[in-house]
């Protein structure tokens, strides 16, 4: 967590992001290695899957082989990397508006005067209004205890115990009755989307059940719902 004069900035610690940059790339070489090694003996046994890449990995000469095997594990590695940061939150925080970004997404701005709670829900960080509104909710590997001491450094009221209008969200099922038009489809989507992991597909169902004034949270893949007033403008800003 790192401090400026106006803001407080939380973000992924240095530890961690060069065991990211490190680790994966040195971890897909070390697989790449492993299955090139292991080729041959897959090969040969009938009843083992994908034998047709590795009778052609087995048959490759050395040193391409190795040298083949270890350039693909890197690039795997890379790309997880990639990812993995990419995918990270870091959150700025300031006396006028929170800012909370992703490397690989727009930044979206939340202004202080519409914030009356900030929490942790499960891995999300959740901005809400008086009304109960959503002004944000990311998911946050971020450690709790930072962002505790970031918000409230800066006059935001935190709130321990979590969301307050916790007991109004209902379980999710396929067309269940209550919800506005197109809502069911688009949680039937996001449904599909949480089952495959699909984080930034499931963002963008997200916001477009927010536009019918639907908000979401999941425990263990199961979406929960209730509904609120949106805005009459838009709450956050890119």
Not at 153 to 177: C, E, I, K, N, S
Request: net charge neutral.
């Amino acid at each position: 967590m790192a401090h400026g004069d106006a803001e407080t900035v939380v973000a992924v610690p240095a530890g961690e992001r060069a065991l990211i940059a490190w680790g994966f790339p040195i971890a897909g070489m070390a697989l790449g290695w492993l299955l090139k090694a292991a080729a041959g003996w897959i090969a040969g046994l009938s009843w083992a899957p994908l034998q047709g890449p590795f009778k052609l990995i087995a048959q490759i000469p050395e040193p391409w082989a190795t040298i083949g095997a270890l350039a693909v594990g890197l690039v795997a590695g890379l790309l997880l990397v990639l990812t993995a940061i990419g995918e990270r939150l870091t959150v700025t925080v300031r006396d006028d508006a929170a800012v909370l970004t992703r490397v690989d997404g727009p930044s979206h701005t939340v202004a202080r005067a519409g914030v009356a709670v900030v929490f942790v829900d499960g891995k999300q960080l959740v901005l809400q209004g008086a009304d109960g509104w959503e002004h944000a909710r990311e998911s946050s590997d971020l450690r709790p205890a930072e962002l505790r001491a970031a918000f409230t450094a800066h006059g935001y009221p935190w709130r321990d115990d979590g969301d307050p209008h916790r007991d109004l969200f209902r379980l999710w099922v396929p067309d269940l009755p209550g919800l506005p038009d197109g809502a069911n489809a688009l949680l039937a989507a996001r449904a599909k989307a949480l089952s495959k992991r699909e984080e930034a597909e499931s963002a963008v169902l997200r916001e477009e059940l927010r536009r019918l004034g639907v908000l979401v949270r999941e425990e263990q893949r199961r979406q929960y719902w209730r509904l609120a007033t949106p805005p009459a403008t838009g709450d956050r800003a890119a």
